[in-house]
């Protein structure tokens, strides 16, 4: 594999707060590489580094090069902040940006391909907050870059809008670019990335594919039972499964879909009434807690109630009821920004 980015014990402090303490990382080409972690968490000052928007200790190289010294036609970049001349529409926006490089897609065709064919004459600060992220990342889009870095790139996008980016970062990789991306979204990351990486306190603890991290480190699936009669149940269950006792219910542990007709059989004829049924598989969010000791939101950890009736983003389903119931990389620009704040 062809190392694209490389970086190599990078740190990086404001004052006495450590952003990067050593972090260590290579993305070959046609990859994309999600780093996952909460606000603080250092990767946006990652994403500062490897594009040589801020300086940083250790070893970054692009392309081979510093990134300073690597031809900005040949890299994209969406910040996390970016606010463009609100009364400009899209479509001047990107011809502005396009106008930057020496070879430069059509504005029209970017613009397309982000959802904004029909907007693209609406003064940017009329268009919605979705809207408006959208003509982000078709800034970014624009010079056709070999490196594409997207820092939480669907923020205040709607779900069709995210689907739609998703499926444009798919054929970008498939034409060879590669995608350095952070995100808040375990769902994003798991559904585009090839690797991970996941960042906490400027520290990378853990690097793999989705499914690899999963096996590794995520746990067993489990089946949340929503029950006032958790003793009741855990002594109906105990023997033939792992329970652990929840706030409004109890958890099982080790079960397979096709064991979830034996666990309630077993409540019925014990005369349990319980509510829903939830069945969930281990995510990258039981990853981060297993890695780091809390969820993905900063709570410490601890068991955390199941999983509500219905289906969710993080993959958990509910069985039923019971008896009872951009812009392109600036090289070799100094940011005067300070540490993350709600990055």
Same mark, same amino acid.
Request: aromatic letters at 4%.
């Given at each position: 594999?062809? /190392?694209?980015?490389v ?5 990086? $402090? ?6 990067? #303490?050593?972090?260590?990382? $290579?993305?070959?080409?046609? %990859?994309?590489?999600g ?21 940083v %200790? ?16 040949? =890299?994209?970049?969406? *910040?996390?902040?970016?606010s *463009?001349a ?6 001047e =926006?990107?011809?502005?940006? &396009?106008g930057?490089?020496?070879?430069? #897609?059509? *504005?029209d065709v !970017?613009?397309d ?19 408006? @992220? ?10 056709d870059?070999d490196?594409l870095f997207?820092d939480? *790139? ?12 998703w @499926?444009?970062?798919?054929?970008l990789? &498939? ?5 350095? =991306?952070?995100s808040?979204?375990?769902? /994003?990351?798991? @559904?585009?990335?090839?690797? !991970?990486g996941?960042v906490?306190?400027? /520290? ?12 590794e480190?995520?746990? %067993? ?14 002594d ?9 006792? !929840? ?10 879909p096709?064991?979830?007709?034996d666990?309630?059989?077993t ?7 319980y509510?829903?049924? &939830?069945?969930s598989?281990? $995510?990258l %969010?039981?990853?981060?807690l ?7 939101e900063?709570?410490? #950890?601890?068991?955390?109630p199941? &999983? ?8 958990s ?22 540490p993350? /704040?709600? #990055?």
């Open positions: 594999m062809d /190392e694209v980015l970086a190599e014990n990078v740190r990086k $402090s404001y004052g006495d707060v450590q952003a990067l #303490r050593g972090v260590s990382l $290579s993305v070959g080409a046609g %990859e994309v590489f780093l996952i972690g909460p606000n603080g968490a250092g990767k946006t000052t990652l994403v500062r580094g490897l594009t040589g928007t801020t300086s %200790e250790g070893t970054v190289r692009v392309l081979g090069k510093p990134p300073e010294a690597v031809d900005a036609n040949r =890299l994209g970049l969406l *910040p996390q902040s970016f *463009p609100a009364r400009l529409t899209p479509r =926006l990107l011809s502005h940006y &396009a930057l490089y020496d070879a430069a #897609r059509d *504005p !970017v613009l391909e982000v959802g904004l064919a029909d907007t693209a004459d609406t003064w940017y600060e009329h268009l919605s907050g979705g809207q408006q @992220r959208r003509t982000c990342v078709g800034a970014a889009l624009v010079n870059p490196v997207l939480e *790139p669907t923020t205040g996008i709607d779900p069709a809008g995210r689907r739609a980016v @499926r444009l970062v798919d054929r990789t &498939a034409g060879g670019t590669t995608v350095f =991306l952070t808040h979204s375990m769902q /994003e990351v798991a @559904r585009l990335a090839d690797r !991970v996941l906490r306190g400027g /520290e990378l603890v853990a690097v793999g594919s989705p499914d690899e991290l999963i096996r480190h995520g746990g %067993e699936s489990t089946l949340a039972v929503e029950t006032e009669s958790a003793r009741e149940a855990t109906a269950l105990d023997g033939n499964y792992a329970v652990s006792v !929840v706030s409004d219910g109890l958890v099982v542990s080790g079960v397979d096709r064991d979830i007709g666990v309630a059989t409540l019925d004829e014990a005369g349990v009434d509510g829903s049924l &939830a069945w598989e281990p $995510s %969010e039981d990853v981060y297993s890695l780091t000791g809390e969820s993905f900063g709570q410490e #950890r601890g068991v955390t199941p &999983a509500s009736a219905g289906e969710s983003d993080d993959g389903v509910a069985v039923g009821d019971g008896a009872g119931a951009g812009t392109g990389a600036s090289a070799g620009t100094e940011t005067s920004a300070g993350e /704040e709600g #990055r």
